[in-house]
């Protein structure tokens, strides 16, 4: 059986991608299903290319014993043949995901969503980015994707 490969993108790649992967991850050992994904999460942005996750998110999702481990990358043509899925946090990072593909002709078949299509308990279009926030932006933040990412899930499996 073929792995499905998920690829979670914002703008820098320290706080919302970086969590989805986290919740992701997490989804998919509690249902025994972590054999069957590749999951990664990048950035749109350079700014933050081989840091950690930003420390107030790691910090609030250690709370919901998430640990973020990735290290921030920026996306680029071979994720679009690799995954199968790329899922974007807000309407900014899908609009550039869907130009960076067209401008550079690249081939591949993933699938270019946002991740806030598979919400049901949330009324947010977007998740939001917490970066310029307080804390509680960070526990908001892990709120809408622990409701997405599991959408999500449930849309595929």
Same mark, same amino acid.
């Given at each position: ?24 991850? /997490?989804? *998919? ?5 972590? =054999?069957? #994904?590749? %999951? ?43 995954? /199968?899925? *790329? ?5 900014? =990072?899908? #609009?550039? %995901? ?45 709120? *809408? ?13």
């Amino acid at each position: 059986m073929k792995k499905k490969s998920v690829l979670f993108v914002c703008l820098g790649n320290i706080c919302r991608s970086p969590a989805a992967e986290a919740i992701f991850i /997490d989804l *998919i050992h509690k249902k025994c299903l972590a =054999n069957n #994904f590749i %999951v990664d999460s990048a950035g749109t942005g350079s700014w933050h290319i081989g840091k950690k996750a930003d420390s107030r998110m790691r910090i609030a999702a250690k709370k919901r014993n998430l640990h973020i481990l990735s290290r921030a990358r920026q996306i680029n043509i071979k994720d679009f043949e690799n995954f /199968d899925y *790329i899922l974007t946090m807000d309407n900014s =990072n899908y #609009f550039y %995901v869907k130009d960076f593909q067209k401008s550079r002709n690249v081939s591949g078949s993933a699938l270019i969503k946002k991740i806030q299509d598979f919400r049901s308990d949330f009324n947010e279009e977007e998740v939001p980015d917490p970066y310029f926030g307080g804390d509680q932006g960070f526990d908001n933040v892990l709120d *809408i994707l622990e409701d997405s990412v599991s959408g999500f899930l449930n849309s595929i499996y």
